[in-house]
Each structure stands twice: as C-alpha cells, then as structure tokens.
C-alpha cells in the first residue's frame, strides 16, 4: 500500500477506498461580500489554499480518485436552517439576507456555489450541507457506504469550523482522515495552526495530518487498460 508521508505517522493511502473531500471552497467564504465577510473576516486569509488544492485536484481527477465538493447552505425557504444559527454573530447581513452575491448561504445563489477555480466536473459529488459537519443532515453517509470508503483526504475551509467538525464526524463512522495543511485555512492562523495539532496529537486522536506535495507524489495514475491480444494490434 502506498504511503503518504504524514503526522504522526506515515498514512497507508487505499485509493480504491479514498475519496478527495473538498469542504466549502465557496465564494460566501473565500470572496468579499458573502457570509464570512459579513462575520467579520478577512477573506484574503483563505485564498492561499486555492493554488495548492487546484494542483491536487488535478491530479486526483487524473488519476481516478473520488472527489467530493460539499457547499454550506440552506434551501430558500430557510426551512433547515435553526433560528439559533440564522440569529448568530449578528452580522449585518445574516443567512438568507441579500448581499452583492446574492442572498447569504441559500442554495441556487451565485455566493453560496464552488469557486470558479475550484469548480466541479461532471461525475464528483457536491453536497449542500445545512450544518458544519459534511455528515449532519447529508448525503454523504450513503455515498460513503454505496462506494465502500474508508479513508478521506480532507481540504477546504475554515479549519476549526467546517473541516474539524467533518474530521470528527467521520472519526467517529470508522473513517480514517489525512487532513492537508497547505489545502485547509482559517480567518485565524492560530486557529490552523493549533487545529491541525489537534487532529494529529495523541498518536492521531482524529487522524493524520500531511500536505499536497506528500498526496500528489503517492497518488498514482488508473492502471492502462489491458492489451487486448484479439484486437490484433501491437500495443
Ligand atoms: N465561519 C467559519 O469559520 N466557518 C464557517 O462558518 N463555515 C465553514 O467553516 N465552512
């Protein structure tokens, strides 16, 4: 089994069994004007993931690993979206108010979808998750099952919120998750910092933690299909 190169110790990647998860790379997070603007942040903080989760996702795409996109957001009627949620922070532009990208967090608008960089192609998943974690109130506990995974490799935003949460979530469905610490960020280098330290401290207590540079040289290309000795050709 290949190994990636990782914190605390070197991850056994099972590429049959590993999916790429890409949590919230939206423009409500990484763009001026959308929700993590209006809680008070500095979204410029986030956009360094992007070149390094670009380059991985190349390569993931080539070489036939799962990816799946996850979104925050909530339907227009904010029917899944809790009061204690809506009301938190008291931001001047809450979820589902109108903002220059359309309204805060709602699904279908222009904010709450993938960055243009980032964006997904047919054949990966992409989840609207109405919470923090991937796992509340998705889909992705079915895709995880339909398609036998086991291990995940964890990027997107922020950190200590929607990466973390979803870390724990799997960590507790049986899920081994290789988090990457150029392709995650936060509002808080601090944050970041001490997030990652606390995936991988106590022998990995919520798994392990690497980089895109250690996955991309492991990942390898689709075996080429066989040579077909009836079609006569020399391969
Ligand atoms: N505010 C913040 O740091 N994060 C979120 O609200 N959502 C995600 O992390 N995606």
């Given amino acids: 089994?290949?190994?990636?190169?990782?914190?605390?110790?070197?991850?056994?990647?099972?590429?049959?069994?590993?999916?790429?998860?890409?949590?919230?790379?939206?423009?409500?997070?990484?763009?001026?004007?959308?929700?993590?603007?209006?809680?008070?942040?500095?979204?410029a903080l986030l956009r360094p993931?992007?070149?390094?989760?670009?380059?991985?996702?190349?390569?993931?795409?080539?070489?036939?690993?799962?990816?799946?996109?996850?979104r925050e957001g909530h339907k227009s009627d904010l029917s899944d979206l809790h009061e204690t949620k809506r009301v938190r922070g008291r931001a001047p532009l809450m979820i589902g108010d109108e903002g220059?990208?359309?309204?805060?967090?709602?699904?279908?608008?222009?904010?709450?979808?993938?960055?243009?960089?980032?964006?997904?192609?047919?054949g990966e998943a992409v989840i609207d998750k109405p919470g923090k974690g991937a796992f509340y109130n998705t889909e992705l506990a079915d895709i995880v099952a339909a398609r036998g995974l086991t291990q995940l490799i964890v990027t997107g935003v922020t950190t200590e919120v929607c990466?973390?949460?979803t870390v724990r979530?799997?960590?507790?469905?049986?899920?081994?998750?290789?988090?990457?610490?150029?392709?995650?960020?936060?509002?808080?280098?601090?944050?970041?910092?001490?997030?990652?330290?606390?995936?991988?401290?106590?022998?990995?207590?919520?798994?392990?933690?690497?980089?895109?540079?250690?996955?991309?040289?492991t990942l390898t290309a689709p075996a080429a299909p066989a040579f077909r000795k009836d079609m006569g050709a020399t391969p």
Avoid at 5 to 21: G, H, I, N, V
Avoid at 49 to 70: D, E, K, N, Q, W
Wanted: charged share 20%.
């Fill in 163 to 165: 990466v973390h949460t």
């Fill in 169 to 217: 979530e799997a960590n507790d469905r049986g899920i081994d998750c290789l988090v990457l610490s150029d392709c995650t960020g936060s509002y808080f280098p601090e944050f970041h910092e001490t997030a990652l330290r606390m995936v991988a401290a106590q022998g990995g207590i919520f798994g392990w933690v690497s980089d895109s540079a250690s996955v991309i040289a």
């Fill in 49 to 70: 993931t992007i070149a390094p989760l670009r380059a991985l996702l190349a390569v993931a795409r080539a070489s036939g690993l799962f990816v799946i996109h996850t």
């Fill in 1 to 43: 089994m290949p190994q990636v190169t990782a914190s605390p110790y070197d991850f056994e990647l099972d590429q049959e069994k590993a999916a790429l998860l890409i949590i919230d790379m939206q423009r409500d997070f990484v763009e001026p004007g959308g929700f993590g603007e209006s809680l008070g942040n500095d979204v």
């Fill in 100 to 122: 220059p990208m359309g309204r805060i967090l709602v699904i279908g608008e222009p904010g709450q979808d993938i960055i243009p960089e980032l964006y997904p192609v047919a």
